[in-house]
């Protein structure tokens, strides 16, 4: 499996991320994830104003690291913020469904789709990639549901939808990490308000 080190990375830091917002409670989240996003940020700039330590990073923390974020910052800071948005826009149970369809679905989409993905639908991406995302989620939605959230099935998988054709469809130019929640946020908000 190709980045496995990334792949783990980007589960492990969505659930540790989701994790200050039930340790520190809203307020306590939202400043660390502020704070996290701004040290991403001033440390890739560093990275990339000083040569030597780009070049470190780059040759020590490849498997952490696309080959096209060495001129570009990374996605950590925007997966952070989409984090943080998505708990500052959307009810609780709103938020933590959509990043984890973050963190869980896209990691899988990314492996199934360069194992088994077949079935090119856009650029690089495939359907078995983009199925196995949306499967994944509406997995974990309805995991979260058994444990006590409220989100109408309909309304779970909706927000997988919109999560994967973000994944599918979003410009290279823009970042998934932050687009992903959010987008499935505001689908689930929306909808739940008729559901």
Request: glycine share 12%; net charge positive; proline share 2%.
């Amino acid at each position: 499996m190709k980045h496995i080190g990334r792949k783990i990375f980007h589960l492990l830091g969505g659930l540790g991320l989701l994790s200050l917002y039930y340790l520190l409670g809203r307020h306590g989240a939202l400043l660390a994830y502020g704070l996290i996003a701004l040290a991403v940020l001033v440390f890739d700039m560093a990275r990339l104003k000083i040569g030597r330590l780009n070049h470190f990073i780059q040759s020590h923390c490849s498997s952490f690291i696309r080959v096209g974020e060495a001129d570009k910052i990374t996605g950590i800071s925007p997966y952070v913020i989409g984090v943080g948005l998505s708990f500052f826009l959307y009810r609780t149970d709103v938020a933590t469904t959509a990043i984890l369809f973050l963190a869980c679905g896209d990691v899988s989409a990314t492996t199934v789709g360069e194992r088994f993905g077949r079935t090119k639908i856009f650029r690089e991406k495939s359907l078995e990639g983009t199925l196995a995302f949306i499967i994944v989620s509406l997995a974990v939605g309805s995991g979260l549901n058994l444990a006590g959230f409220q989100i109408p099935f309909s309304v779970l998988a909706a927000g997988a939808v919109a999560a994967a054709g973000v994944e599918l469809f979003l410009p290279r130019f823009l970042n998934d990490n932050l687009a992903i929640p959010v987008a499935a946020g505001a689908v689930m908000t929306l909808l739940s308000a008729f559901a």
